[in-house]
């Protein structure tokens, strides 16, 4: 009984083998076309999932860096009206400093970079590299422009970023007007101060957020190539199978021919 079945199987074996060679050139032609078809919608479907990503990704910049602008203008308006602005002891609620302090905390929870940077600088830390000296440009050039965003490489690493100026309200220019004005621990404490003498609505600097990307892009490009293989090893089956059934029922119709 087993060994019939056996037999069978070997029988129908040699037989899909004998219609494969065959047809081996129509199958492997189709195999082709289909494998280009889907490497193109691939690498099609790649460019779109990875245009989304960034969106997405420079969305919650925007955001991020909002809700950081807001948290700064809370912080400057209130020190305004407490009159903190003199006492040293308030340095921790001054918006640049505390947004360095949240920006860190942040960082280690989300790995979102969080900075504020401007091109006339307090804090030597603070000071703009080349893309976010680029944004300060378009920013300073045109005062509608609501963000700045781009693709960059820092340390080898693909990144987004997302700048939105900062503009002078009332309550900064207690400390970002002229010198001999500002609170003197502050005059102390930045000999090389530059970032003096505004006036209301002048550009002060940008939040910056910087978010790595390449590990987002590399899991889109691997789920797109698993399922690449497994579409293409899909359709060698479908192909193969539809092959060998279509060659047996030719057969069949053959032989029936024959018969009558
Ligand atoms: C109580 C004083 C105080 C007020 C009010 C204040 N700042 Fe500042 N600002 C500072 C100090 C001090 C620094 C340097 C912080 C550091 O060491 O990183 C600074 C730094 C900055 C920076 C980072 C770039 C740089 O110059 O180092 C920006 C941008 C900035 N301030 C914008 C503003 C804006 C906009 C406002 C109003 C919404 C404001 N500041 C209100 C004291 C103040």
Redesign the pocket.
């Known amino acids: 009984m087993i060994s019939d079945t056996n037999k069978e199987t070997k029988v129908y074996f040699s037989v899909c083998v004998a219609v494969m060679k065959r047809n081996f050139k129509l199958i492997i032609i189709i195999i082709i076309v289909g494998t280009v078809v889907i490497l193109s919608i691939s690498a099609t479907n790649y460019q779109k999932q990875s245009t989304l990503l960034r969106e997405e990704i420079f969305d919650k910049c925007e955001m991020i860096a909002l809700e950081l602008k807001y948290t ?2 809370y912080l ?1 308006e209130t ?2 009206i407490a009159n903190l ?1 003199h006492h040293e002891e308030a340095r921790g609620l ?4 505390a947004g ?1 302090a949240i920006g860190k905390k942040f960082y280690d929870a989300t790995g979102y970079q969080l900075r ?3 091109s ?4 030597p ?2 000071k703009p590299d080349k893309f976010e000296k680029e944004a300060l440009l378009e920013f300073g050039k045109d005062g509608n422009l609501s963000g700045y965003k781009g693709v960059d490489k820092i340390n080898g690493q693909k990144v987004l970023r997302y700048l939105i100026p ?4 009332e ?2 220019l ?3 007007s002229a010198k001999e004005t500002i ?1 003197e621990f ?1 005059q102390e404490d ?1 000999p090389e101060d530059k ?1 003096t003498d505004y006036t209301f609505g002048d550009l ?2 940008a939040i910056s957020v910087v978010v790595p990307i390449d590990r987002a892009e590399a899991e889109i490009k691997g789920n797109l190539i698993h399922m690449t293989l497994v579409t293409t090893a899909g359709l060698t089956f479908l192909v193969t199978f539809i092959a060998i059934a279509i060659n047996i029922t030719i057969k069949k119709t053959e032989k029936s021919k024959l018969r009558s």
Do not use: F, T, W
């Open positions: 700064r203008d400057a020190i305004a602005q001054i918006p640049a400093i360095n504020q940077v401007s006339k600088y307090r804090n830390k603070n900062l503009y002078i309200e309550a900064c207690k400390c970002h609170p502050i930045y970032a002060r600097g």
